[in-house]
């Protein structure tokens, strides 16, 4: 979640940010800030795959802790997420791990939910290059009696700013059960509070755009993306944030 990152093509694991509670948990470990954030996302063509997530961060001394709701779906089928994440940072790593609980609600079925563990790190190898991976579901519990699991999914990614201006970031994510999808996205801040995104994903292909504006106490974000299967998909995020971490 999060239109910042939709907008590099959901090139999430080297970003540092309110909704790395939804990403890579590692990165709440440089969130700086207490901050409480929405984003809703919308398919045009398909209302039933609209999502909508909460999200608050609330930095100590000892590191951050995060907390969100998700919801996903329509009255006929919907997921919904309540998650518990915390990051600090050791030297060069962060490092976080969160807790999901699950519900899957289904008409003629009922409901069903599950707990998951998820983990996840970013480490800033030089000033201009950090690498983050994370792992989602990493126990794989049970949905169903006959063996279906929640799904597992590993992501590695590397992040590059060559310059104050310009962050590029790459990604490889391997769902246990389907083939890798390779993500790539570039953010380019072409005026101090204002950034312009754009990607690509290849298997399934997608390419992506957006836009984020940057007022004091406050990040406007907004990002659209084609998919060749799905169609389009829009999504808007508002963040508000407190104070800093550091008294």
Not at 66 to 81: P, T
Not at 140 to 163: K, M, V
Not at 207 to 227: I, M, R, V
Request: charged share 20%; hydrophobic share 35%; with cysteine.
């Amino acid at each position: 979640m999060g239109a910042r990152a939709h907008g590099v093509g959901y090139t999430s694991s080297c970003l540092q940010d309110e909704w790395s509670i939804f990403n890579n948990v590692g990165g709440l470990g440089r969130v700086e800030k207490t901050s409480a954030a929405f984003s809703y996302s919308s398919y045009p063509g398909l209302k039933a795959f609209n999502r909508m997530a909460f999200v608050i961060t609330l930095p100590s001394k000892i590191g951050t802790a995060g907390v969100g709701v998700f919801k996903f779906g329509d009255d006929l089928y919907n997921e919904q997420i309540l998650t518990a994440g915390f990051s600090n940072t050791f030297g060069i790593a962060s490092l976080g791990v969160k807790v999901n609980y699950i519900q899957y609600t289904a008409e003629g079925f009922g409901r069903k939910g599950v707990t998951s563990f998820s983990f996840g790190g970013i480490a800033r190898l030089a000033e201009q290059f950090s690498i983050g991976a994370h792992i989602t579901n990493v126990l794989q519990p049970a949905l169903t009696e006959d063996g279906e699991h929640l799904p597992t999914r590993i992501t590695a990614g590397i992040g590059f700013t060559p310059s104050e201006k310009i962050l590029i970031t790459t990604e490889l994510e391997k769902d246990l059960d389907y083939p890798f999808i390779w993500k790539t996205g570039v953010e380019y801040k072409i005026y101090k509070k204002i950034s312009l995104r754009t990607g690509f994903n290849v298997r399934p292909d997608a390419g992506f755009f957006g836009l984020g504006f940057t007022p004091p106490n406050f990040q406007l974000d907004y990002a659209y993306s084609f998919h060749v299967d799905l169609g389009a998909q829009h999504q808007a995020t508002v963040s508000y944030r407190f104070k800093s971490k550091k008294s």
